[in-house]
């Protein structure tokens, strides 16, 4: 059984009002009554009528109010409005509608009339149900669709991301006695560019970006990568090749942080004072990123262990930082740097953790 419309009769004369309600309640309605504007606002959140007859003289007397009121609010807006004239003079009808009232009835209200006018509305308000519920449903559907698409760029952001250390731990292999230097050092990267202020998608990139940064030693003969002591003059001469040979294997790519990578491969090794290589680049004119890089790389070989050193302990690595700042790094990327040395720490005994 279907539940009786609702209609809330809003009158402050009692004769009038029961008059209605003995017109509404043999064509099967349920019918509420109230008498002022507060009454007819608690009563429209109470009981949800569909439709809503209102007084005109109940109505002016609060300035129209209460119809803005039902109007404004989101449990009642939808309610249809029918405004109840004795006089039907044009001013009223224009500040009614302005106030958002959806029809007019003129006493003396004849029954047949009543009933047509309350199935019009109830047919309205039946399409614009199904018309909101379709909408709902839409939303619904798009909004499961889009987390469901989130949900899957991340996967293959994740993905690709492991892609990329792997890939770039290959480049290492033969130089580092473990690969998660290129993991610790793009973590150090992107925590330093995020301190920086710099924005989310450069964060992102940095993190992406930087793992590729010694991807050329991949072009390094082994007699050189892998040599004991110290390296020669014309061994050194070879091994900077590293980062035009990085550069080289990167350029010409379309996604923003592989360009980006090819920026820090070139340029990583470049020193704030202009000492560094492959082009003696100085000050600003160095890519920021790889200055950014440059310091997550020195401080990830000075903490790691190798064949021919120990790790050298946080306080003593972060010294030799500091010393070089003006110098080997840009002194803005070195107070980031240090001013993260809790998250920097951690980030270090993690991975020492996962080892």
Same mark, same amino acid.
């Given at each position: ?6 209609? *809330? ?9 029961? !008059? !209605? ?6 064509? =099967? @309605? ?9 009454? $007819? ?5 109470? @009981? ?5 007859? *209102? ?11 209460? $119809?803005?009121?039902?109007? #404004? ?44 006018? !309350? ?32 949900? =899957? ?34 973590? @150090? ?7 920086? %202020? ?17 991807? =050329? ?17 014309? #061994? ?9 040979? %990085?550069?080289?294997?990167?350029? =010409? ?51 790691? #262990?190798?064949? @021919?050193?120990?790790?050298?302990? !946080? ?10 700042? %003006? ?29």
């Amino acid at each position: 059984m279907e539940p009786k419309v609702k209609i *809330l009769v809003v009158d402050n004369r009692d004769d009038k009002s029961h !008059l !209605l309600e003995n017109m509404l309640l043999p064509l =099967g @309605y349920q019918v509420i009554l109230a008498h002022d504007g507060e009454e $007819t606002l608690k009563k429209a959140r109470d @009981y949800s009528p569909n439709i809503i007859l *209102l007084d005109i003289l109940t109505s002016k007397a609060g300035n129209f109010e209460v $119809t803005r009121k039902l109007k #404004e609010n989101e449990v009642t807006k939808t309610m249809s409005l029918v405004m109840i004239s004795g006089s039907g003079e044009v001013e009223d009808r224009i500040k009614a509608l302005d106030a958002g009232v959806d029809d007019f009835l003129i006493e003396p209200i004849e029954k047949t009339e009543l009933q047509a006018r !309350l199935k019009c509305l109830l047919k309205v308000n039946a399409y614009y149900s199904q018309t909101r519920n379709f909408q709902e449903k839409i939303e619904t559907e798009v909004t499961k669709r889009t987390e469901a698409m989130k949900e =899957g760029i991340e996967k293959t952001k994740i993905a690709s991301l492991d892609t990329v250390y792997r890939l770039s731990k290959a480049a290492e292999y033969k130089d580092e006695d473990t690969g998660a230097h290129v993991e610790r050092m793009s973590h @150090y990267s992107s925590a330093i560019a995020r301190k920086m %202020g710099l924005d989310a998608a450069f964060v992102e990139q940095i993190l992406w970006a930087s793992p590729m940064h010694d991807i =050329g030693k991949i072009g390094i003969p082994d007699r050189v990568l892998q040599k004991p002591g110290k390296l020669d003059d014309a #061994e050194w001469v070879i091994m900077r090749q590293h980062t035009a040979i %990085g550069a080289q294997i990167l350029k =010409g790519a379309s996604a923003d942080f592989i360009k980006l990578a090819e920026t820090i491969a070139m340029n990583h090794h470049e020193k704030w004072d202009g000492s560094g290589y492959p082009h003696g680049v100085k000050g600003p004119d160095i890519p920021l990123a790889a200055r950014i890089v440059a310091i997550a790389d020195v401080f990830d070989a000075l903490t790691s #262990e190798r064949p @021919y050193k120990k790790p050298f302990p !946080l306080e003593k690595a972060m010294t030799i930082i500091k010393e070089s700042r %003006g110098t080997h790094f840009d002194p803005e990327v070195v107070d980031a740097f240090c001013s993260i040395e809790d998250e920097i720490s951690a980030e270090l005994n993690w991975f020492a953790f996962l080892l």
